[in-house]
């Protein structure tokens, strides 16, 4: 049972949420957010609930994927963030594991985008590490508000990408050639194109040169594995193509701010 403190707070908070962005939410967000409203009011656990949550992830899916960051702010404000500032503290880990379900589902959604399922992968890593590793409500709604920022970012970005196939196509040679000395000469073959215009095609879709993708590429790999196995540094430098672990720690510090050492101490399981 809900106590009378608490039924007055759902009031007061299902009240208070159309304050600002209903103006200028779109209809069927609004909608939404009233369904979501009532369920709220009533402290609803029924099979109408879950339809209302069911439509309103979908509706958010589909904004994730179209990059509609200004809606997505909407509907999450409107529909999604009331629900969870409601919970309880002890009820924290069942917001936190229903958080990183809609993550898989969000990820699954960026492979039919035409990402490969290994970059999939690494965006769906970070951000149900975000969403597992806060300690109260308010860390778990900046965490939610962060993950929304960077996904409709990544989205936009693919979006604007009109040479996706030849994008993916290099991010795979990277990923099966991590452990090997890679030019752009060879991975330029590989999709078809001259070096010269494949340079200038990379640097323009992806706003990065070739070479420091690469990089990237590498620590992001080194990342995966100071995480989950016991091999050594100099190890790991060798899977991920660097030539000794020196350079690896000096091009992983300017990536990510730290050694690998320390990385792997602030990640131990």
Do not use: W
């Amino acid at each position: 049972m809900v106590n009378e403190n608490n039924n007055s707070n759902l009031n007061n908070l299902s009240n208070m949420i159309f304050s600002v962005e209903k103006h200028s939410a779109s209809p069927e967000i609004v909608s939404l957010a009233e369904a979501a409203s009532i369920d709220l009011k009533k402290h609803l656990a029924t099979v109408e609930s879950a339809k209302t949550r069911l439509r309103i992830e979908k509706k958010f899916t589909n904004l994730l994927m179209e990059g509609n960051y200004d809606e997505l702010m909407k509907l999450y404000k409107l529909s999604l963030k009331p629900g969870l500032t409601t919970l309880k503290e002890d009820e924290l880990e069942l917001a936190k594991r229903r958080l990183a379900v809609f993550a898989s589902i969000c990820s699954r959604e960026l492979i039919k985008k035409g990402l490969t399922p290994e970059t999939v992968m690494s965006y769906e890593y970070v951000y149900t590490e975000m969403i597992c590793s806060t300690k109260n409500m308010n860390e778990l709604l900046s965490s939610i508000d962060a993950i929304i920022k960077s996904a409709s970012t990544s989205i936009i970005r693919i979006n604007r990408i009109k040479h996706i196939d030849i994008m993916t196509a290099t991010s795979k040679y990277i990923k099966d050639h991590i452990s090997d000395p890679i030019y752009i000469e060879d991975v330029a073959r590989y999709v078809g194109l001259s070096s010269n215009y494949f340079s200038s095609l990379f640097k323009k879709e992806m706003h990065t040169p070739f070479s420091k993708y690469v990089n990237e590429t590498r620590i992001n790999e080194g990342k995966k594995l100071l995480r989950n196995t016991s091999l050594s540094i100099t190890e790991i430098a060798l899977k991920v193509g660097f030539k000794n672990q020196n350079y690896f720690t000096t091009i992983f510090k300017k990536h990510a701010s730290i050694t690998p050492k320390q990385y792997r101490q602030r990640n131990l399981r």
